[in-house]
């Protein structure tokens, strides 16, 4: 009779999820001033407020990283929370992390992390547009929603995702769309890919993802500037942050991307002396295109050197320029256009 093996398979009961609390709204208490005094509760305060629905089996661990509104998240900033959320990814029984943050910059924050993280575990990143003091907060429903997208298998593998208003969209395309509204974020573009009804998460689409970046663990992020073009812009707008430092521009540019005439000349001879310069339009939908004959106009631009980029921000521009100077090794030009296609 042959020996009888016997094997045994440990049963995972829960999902962990790590909480990275930033500050913002969403973190915000009275102040005697009668407004709020953003980023103020430290992550635990925030998450025991928080209700998951009945029978999520998650366990929940929160770190608080910062404790500040979301217009002072600097570019160091930045890199340290990446550096949070390539640790946790070494963690094999870390299935999700969500990122508490700011509203103004959120978009931007997860953009980065989006262009130089890898896919696993799944990241999310919420906020609110009500302090959770205030009468209809949502900042506790979202938070709850994040950790349901974070905790799902359903959003494996779909990079950074923005968890908002019980809606979920994609890094790349999210922007915000209202200063006070609940529903504060959208994707005008793309649309939603899916969204969170307590228990239920549903994925109707996966967005195309560039393989993320590599930049060395004491990298510094090189100072990027954004110039919008508008009705007879002074082009010494350009000059003044070359000569202040900064190492690439990106232009919001008209349309399908043009720039006053006056531009011209002085942005080729900026992009002569090496410092790369990108172009994206200003409008929330529509492409780049070369589609006009004129000075100024994007055939006149790509001739002295500029970067077109498609379906992009300027804000989301200037942060992939910004990697790319601090990670590229050779033309960047190439390897941004390859980044945002």
Known sequence: MPDTVTTMTRIRTSTRVVVLTTGGTIASSPDDSGRNRSGALQGDVLMSQVSLPEGAAIDVEVRSLLQKPSNAITRDDLMSLRREC??????????????THGTDTLEETAYFLDITLPASPTIVLTGSQRAPHEPGTDAFRNIADAVMVAASDKARGLGPLVVF?????????????????VNGFASPEAGPLGYVDGARVTIAMHPARSVGLELPADA????????????????????????????????????????PPGWLDVIARITAQGI??????SCPSGPVHASYEFVGSLASLEAAGVIALPDLSARKARLALSVLLASANGEVGAQLRTLTA
């Open 165 to 181: 208003n019980q809606s979920i969209f994609s890094a790349r395309q999210v922007r915000k769309v209202s200063s006070f509204q």
């Open 220 to 259: 510094t992020l090189p100072r990027v500037d954004i110039l919008p073009a508008y009705l007879d812009a002074s082009p010494t707008l350009l000059e003044a942050a070359v000569a202040g430092g900064a190492c690439g521009l990106v232009i919001d540019g008209l349309g399908r991307v043009h720039v």
């Open 276 to 281: 790369p310069v990108a172009i994206v339009s």
């Open 86 to 99: 390539l640790a946790l990814t070494e963690c094999s029984d870390v299935a999700g992390v969500v990122i």
